[in-house]
């Protein structure tokens, strides 16, 4: 009975902590970045019809930010419980040979369970795959050798399909030009049965007032981070044709937990 009770305390507790960062970091992100939004609305100004949201080469921000990305991001990730939520994602859904698509600086390295066998890391930037490299150097031998990286474009994966159990990518969808696209790749090298999960950030469909700050500040968010933050993603993995197990979303739906199995394959998406 004691140990139920401690239990349910530490459900509790957990999740009143990820609501609290969630309060703390909303506050936070409504607040902060007054001037910078201000230089960026100056900038666009001087550059008419540019927008880096629509930027095609927005994605080499990622170059430019590699090495001091995880001290930047990793403070609010904690904070939010963003850490807990990939965690989850993963010990629950993982399994087999796993394609990390987006995995940046490999955040998601030391959250692996024992049921992965193999895990290929990808990204487009070698920069950001060096300090995934750095972080697989430092685990242990054996679970170190479960652990590979490649660059690869995400929109043209140079495998054949049907061949990995699980594909993950966690906070990856904003970055791509053409998410849709991104995710049919997905579907396509994912094994029937298999599972396709997603942990990524995106408008929010309960609280409007916060979707449209999103909106407001986009243009900013994409000139400092190479990533946009108010997509509908409800409609992207629509649009996508995957199949939607579990949907869960937190920090006021503004953060996206989300269990997919393939979609059915077609002519468009089916590599020759």
Same mark, same amino acid.
């Given at each position: #009975?004691?140990?139920? @009770?401690? $239990? /349910? *305390? ?6 009143? !902590? ?5 309060? %703390? ?54 904070? #939010?419980?963003?850490? @807990?939520? $990939? /965690? *989850? ?6 399994? !087999? ?5 987006? %995995? ?66 966690t906070f990856g969808l904003c970055s791509y030009d053409d998410p849709v696209a991104v995710l049919r790749e997905m579907s396509r090298v994912c094994r029937p049965g298999g599972k396709i999960l997603l942990l990524e950030h995106g408008r929010s469909k309960t609280w409007e007032g916060l979707s449209n ?60």
């Amino acid at each position: #009975m004691s140990s139920q @009770l401690v $239990r /349910r *305390a530490g459900v509790v507790l957990a999740g009143g !902590g990820i609501y609290a960062g969630s309060v %703390a970091a909303f506050y936070y992100y409504m607040t902060a970045g007054q001037a910078d939004q201000k230089e960026t609305s100056r900038l666009l100004e001087q550059n008419a019809g540019f927008s880096y949201v629509e930027d095609p080469h927005r994605a080499r921000k990622f170059q430019d930010v590699a090495e001091f990305y995880d001290s930047q991001i990793g403070r609010d990730e904690s904070f #939010m419980g963003i850490n @807990l939520l $990939r /965690r *989850a994602l993963l010990y629950f859904h993982a399994k !087999g040979t796993v394609l990390e698509m987006g %995995a940046g600086t490999g955040r998601n390295v030391n959250y692996y369970p024992s049921s992965v066998d193999r895990v290929l890391m990808t990204d487009s930037s070698d920069q950001m795959l060096m300090q995934a490299r750095k972080k697989i150097n430092d685990l242990s031998g054996d679970d170190r050798s479960r652990f590979a990286c490649l660059e690869s474009d995400a929109l043209d994966l140079d495998f054949p399909d049907s061949c990995f159990d699980t594909v993950v990518d966690t906070f990856g969808l904003c970055s791509y030009d053409d998410p849709v696209a991104v995710l049919r790749e997905m579907s396509r090298v994912c094994r029937p049965g298999g599972k396709i999960l997603l942990l990524e950030h995106g408008r929010s469909k309960t609280w409007e007032g916060l979707s449209n700050y999103l909106d407001r500040n986009a243009e900013r968010h994409a000139k400092n981070w190479g990533c946009v933050w108010n997509r509908d993603l409800d409609e992207i993995v629509e649009k996508a044709g995957l199949q939607m197990d579990r949907l869960d979303t937190w920090h006021f739906g503004t953060t996206y937990y989300m269990v997919c199995r393939p979609g059915k394959q077609t002519d468009a998406n089916i590599k020759s």
